[in-house]
Each structure stands twice: as structure tokens, then as C-alpha cells.
């Protein structure tokens, strides 16, 4: 599975999670995709960790599936590739960043992140693997 960032509009697609097509900003184009689950809009605080554990953010979620968080508020420095651990409530899991973006005109940054250890389901019950389709004008 390989993921890429691609940086269109202040956009970013992760490439194994839906099959999207970019077009340049004012071309009149639509961004289209499929999603292989439905993500849950939430705003939750979370305990990060980098540097294998060694140094502690908390930020929010913004999005979650079983297979990955969006998440918000985060101040530390991260890079594609590396590893988190994410805690909500008292569940922990492993995560892979997939991206970041850092907010205009903030210090916080966006954070993509592939669960690693999906079968922990640290947002709780596990939440039915529905297709999500979407549709946006750009």
C-alpha cells in the first residue's frame, strides 16, 4: 500500500484510501473518490507520542475510522513515515503518519495517521465498514 501527498489547493489525498482525481484550482474540474470505510466526524482529546514515547502532545481528532485518525491541534514535529501512539481514554495504539499539514497563520498542524494495530479499536466499538463516497467542487 503506498500513500503519497500531493499539495493542489492546499489539498491532500491519501492515494490508497480512495481513487481521486486532482485538477489545478479554478479549472472547474471535481474532486471525486471512494473511500474504503466511513469516517466519523468527532472532536475528542488525545495523548500523542513520538520519539517511542519519549516525548507527549495532546491534540483532538477531527475524523476516525477503523483504519486511521485526522488529527488536529498538534504542535510537535512529525514527518510522513514516522511513528505515533495515540491515546484516547485509556486505549492506546500504534499509528504511522501518512501526512502533516501545518495550518496557515498557526503553530498547529493536521496529522494523517494509518492505524497499525487496528484490532485494539481505541475509539471503542468498532464502527461498521460502510463505504463512504463523497463528491466536492474544488
Known sequence: MSRSACGLSGILVSTDQAAITLTEEGSGQSRMGKRRTKRTKAVVPVQLWTDGGKQSYLAHTLDFS??????GGFRGELATGDKIEIQYRKKRALFRVT???QREKSLEKQVGAQ????GKQVWGELIPSQPDEFEKEP
Open 115 to 118: 492505524c497499525l494495530e487496528p
Open 99 to 101: 501526512w502533516v499539514v
Open 66 to 71: 477503523n483504519d486511521g485518525v485526522r488529527i
